[in-house]
């Protein structure tokens, strides 16, 4: 992989279907032990199915599958015509030498046509049911933050659940100083002290998972800051802040 293709761009092709079958294997079986992958996917997957409930469901033609039975039935026929093949002569050794069962010969007959037809319907249900358990299994967000720099810019979004799962998408390069990480944080009261949801690997978006805090809440701050490598060692904000923001519930 070059360093131009990250986690998050493998992610995404993984998504749309246009990886590999070796590469979807790897990453299938990384995110299983590796939960920086396993939420990489997720988020590719939840961002797609946003644009999938924005597209309309349109019928299938109709008689679209008589036809396609018609071609394949054609197709098969075509395929068992035999084509009857003359000896051919051997200028080397002057002998006539028999060709082959044409039966053998060809490639393509009916068995090979009806499979061909089984596997296409196989994937395309392994496709739909693929992209019905993303759409099924996505956590909806319940509080949504915009954070904010110093300049006023807005640079990243939060996506807090009740769970939460908490869906971190940087809004434009952060200037990281070298030897440091980006690291976010909420703090789950108002009067307690700030708490750290992890840190954001190779200083991009990605999807954090933490357990037993409360559910976020409206008014709940957020903030991103940056820390040293490997994130703060005291457990607490220390860096300078890269934005902030408080959370609302969305409507």
């Known amino acids: 992989m070059t360093e131009e293709r990250t986690l998050q761009d493998r992610a995404m092709e993984l998504a749309l279907g246009l990886a ?16 920086e992958v396993a939420a990489a996917l997720e988020h590719a997957r939840a961002r797609l199915s946003e644009l999938d409930d924005t597209a309309t469901d349109l019928a299938l033609p109709a008689g679209l599958w008589d036809r396609i039975s018609a071609r394949l039935d054609a197709a098969a026929a075509e395929a068992d015509e035999t084509i009857v093949l ?8 002057h002998a006539v030498v028999p060709t082959a069962d044409p039966a053998v010969s060809v ?11 089984c596997t296409g319907l196989a994937a395309s249900l392994v496709l739909a049911v693929a992209l019905g358990w993303a759409m099924l299994t996505r956590p909806d967000p319940s509080v949504i933050a915009v954070l904010i720099n110093d300049m006023g810019e807005a640079v990243a979004l939060i996506e807090g659940t009740e769970e939460n799962y908490t ?3 940087l809004l434009g390069p952060a200037p990281v100083p070298d030897g440091q990480v980006m690291q976010v944080w909420t703090k789950p009261q108002a009067d307690g002290p700030p708490v750290s949801l992890g840190l954001l690997a190779d200083n991009r978006g990605t999807a ?15 903030e991103i800051t940056f820390e040293q490598d490997g994130g703060s060692p005291s457990g607490l904000p220390t860096g300078p802040i890269h ?7 969305p409507l």
């Not at 979807?24 to 032990?33: D, F, G, I, K, P």
């Not at 003359?86 to 050794?93: N, W």
């Not at 954090?208 to 976020?216: A, C, F, I, M």
């Open 20 to 35: 590999e079958d070796a590469e979807v294997a790897e990453l299938e079986a990384r995110a299983q032990r590796e939960p």
């Open 86 to 93: 003359g000896p051919e002569f051997d200028a080397e050794t």
């Open 107 to 117: 490639p393509f007959g009916p068995r090979h046509w009806f499979l061909a037809a």
């Open 167 to 169: 869906r971190v998408t």
């Open 208 to 222: 954090l998972d933490v357990n037993g805090l409360p559910p976020p809440g409206p008014m709940q701050l957020y």
């Open 243 to 249: 934005g902030k923001g408080l959370a609302k519930i």
